[in-house]
């Protein structure tokens, strides 16, 4: 993978700076409001959508000749869902952020 997008992945998967998978599974676990159940289940597929690459892709020798084709269009598909799915990560804990943010804001007036 080239580095650039290897850092672009970890920043996606990132709500809060660079963080490990460790650190992210220990926020997720504590009373944080994010990241939530969306972003969760937006890592979850994004991990789905890469183990499904890994098969696919492990799939492609003489042995399986005869699904080769599928193989490779699951590879070339899977790979543009997974990066999807890591920016909707992101997307879902910013949006929650800002609907938090304006929870705060006053509401002294109908308008408000």
């Given at each position: 993978?080239?580095?650039?997008?290897?850092?672009?992945i970890?920043?996606?998967?990132?709500t809060?700076?660079?963080?490990?998978?460790?650190?992210?599974?220990?926020?997720?676990?504590?009373?944080?409001?994010?990241?939530?159940?969306?972003s969760?289940?937006a890592?979850?597929?994004?991990?789905?959508?890469?183990?499904?690459?890994?098969?696919?892709?492990?799939?492609?020798?003489k042995?399986?000749e005869?699904?080769?084709?599928r193989?490779?269009?699951?590879?070339?598909?899977?790979?543009?869902?997974?990066?999807?799915?890591?920016?909707?990560?992101?997307?879902?804990?910013?949006?929650?952020?800002?609907?938090?943010?304006?929870?705060?804001?006053?509401?002294?007036?109908?308008?408000?």
């Amino acid at each position: 993978m080239q580095e650039d997008r290897k850092s672009e992945i970890i920043r996606l998967l990132s709500t809060r700076g660079y963080m490990t998978v460790e650190e992210l599974a220990a926020v997720t676990a504590s009373n944080a409001p994010a990241p939530g159940g969306g972003s969760i289940s937006a890592l979850a597929g994004a991990l789905a959508a890469g183990l499904a690459s890994m098969v696919a892709s492990l799939s492609q020798g003489k042995k399986y000749e005869a699904v080769r084709p599928r193989m490779e269009e699951l590879v070339k598909d899977l790979e543009p869902l997974r990066i999807q799915l890591l920016k909707a990560m992101q997307d879902d804990t910013e949006a929650f952020n800002l609907y938090m943010q304006a929870l705060t804001m006053p509401k002294t007036t109908e308008q408000e």
